[in-house]
C-alpha cells in the first residue's frame, strides 16, 4: 500500500533554531516529491518539489533532500522564524499517475516557532 | 492561494440540508481537485475533473456530488448522505503538463450540526 509517513507528529522550537522534518514514503515508483506549508486555517501552499533523480532542492531558508533508495525526504528548515509556524506536509505523486495525479498525502509535522 | 478561490470560507448546517461550495480558478487550468482534511489526517481525494463536463470519483466521493459546467467552476454538494461531513474542504487545481503541479485555494470549514 502506498504509504508516506512524516515524523515528528510535532514540533516545538525557539526562533532563530534550525531544524529538520522526516518523510519516509514506500510508493514506488514516484514521479516527484513535493513540501507543502500549510498555515493554520489555510490552504497548502508549495515548497519544493524534486523528481525522483533530484537530491536536494531550496526555496530561501527552506532546503529539501530525497534519497530514492532509502526512500526518505527531509526538509530543512535554517534560522527559523514565527513566521515558520505551521504545518508541513509531504506528498509524493506516484509515477504513471498521470493527469489524474492521485497524490498520497503525509498527515503533516505541526511546528512551532515560539519567540 | 493563488487564482483560487473558495466561499464561504466558514459554513454552517443544519445535519439533513445539501450544501454546496463554491470553487472558481482563473489559472486556465484544466484539472480541478476536491480533497478533505481531518485532524490527524492526510488530505483524502473526493472528486476531480480533469476537462469541462466529465469528472471522476476520487477515494471518498460517497455523500459527494460535483459539477463541471465550466472551465473556472468546480462546485461541490455535500449531500446528507454524507455521514460525517463536518470537516475542512480544501479545491486545488492544476496544469496538465509533466509537472502535475496542484495550486490549493483556502480553504472551507463546514460545521454541520
Known amino acids: 500500500k502506498n504509504q508516506v509517513e512524516q515524523s515528528p507528529q510535532s514540533l516545538i522550537i525557539l526562533e532563530g533554531k534550525n531544524c529538520t522534518l522526516q518523510?519516509?514514503?514506500?510508493?514506488?515508483?514516484?514521479?516527484?516529491l513535493r513540501w507543502y506549508k500549510q498555515d493554520t486555517g489555510r490552504g497548502p501552499v508549495s515548497l519544493t518539489i524534486?523528481?525522483?533523480?533530484?537530491n536536494t532542492k531550496s526555496n530561501g531558508r527552506y532546503t529539501a533532500t530525497l534519497d530514492a533508495d532509502t526512500k526518505q525526504s527531509s526538509l530543512h528548515i535554517t534560522a527559523s522564524q514565527l513566521s515558520d509556524s505551521a504545518s508541513y506536509i509531504c506528498?509524493?505523486?506516484?509515477f504513471g499517475g498521470g493527469a489524474t495525479n492521485k497524490l498520497i498525502f503525509g498527515t503533516g509535522t505541526l511546528l512551532a516557532v515560539q519567540p | 492561494d493563488g487564482g483560487i478561490t473558495q466561499s464561504p470560507k466558514y459554513l454552517f448546517r443544519k445535519e439533513g440540508q445539501n450544501v454546496t461550495l463554491s470553487c472558481e480558478q482563473n489559472?486556465?487550468?484544466?484539472?480541478m481537485y476536491w480533497y478533505r482534511q481531518d485532524p490527524g489526517q492526510g488530505l483524502r481525494l473526493i472528486y476531480y475533473?480533469?476537462?469541462?463536463?466529465?469528472?471522476q470519483k476520487g477515494d471518498i466521493a460517497e455523500g459527494y456530488s460535483v459539477s463541471r459546467e465550466k472551465k473556472e467552476s468546480f462546485p461541490l454538494t455535500v449531500t446528507s448522505a454524507q455521514k460525517n461531513p463536518t470537516a475542512f474542504y480544501l479545491c486545488?487545481?492544476?496544469?496538465?503538463?509533466?509537472?502535475?503541479?496542484?495550486?490549493f485555494g483556502p480553504g472551507t470549514r463546514l460545521t454541520v450540526t
Open positions: 486545488a487545481s492544476g496544469r496538465q503538463d509533466s509537472s502535475y503541479e496542484q495550486y
Open positions: 518523510c519516509n514514503y514506500t510508493v514506488s515508483p514516484f514521479s516527484n
Open positions: 506528498v509524493v505523486s506516484p
Open positions: 475533473s480533469q476537462i469541462v463536463n466529465d469528472f
Open positions: 489559472l486556465n487550468h484544466d484539472a
Open positions: 524534486m523528481t525522483f533523480s533530484e
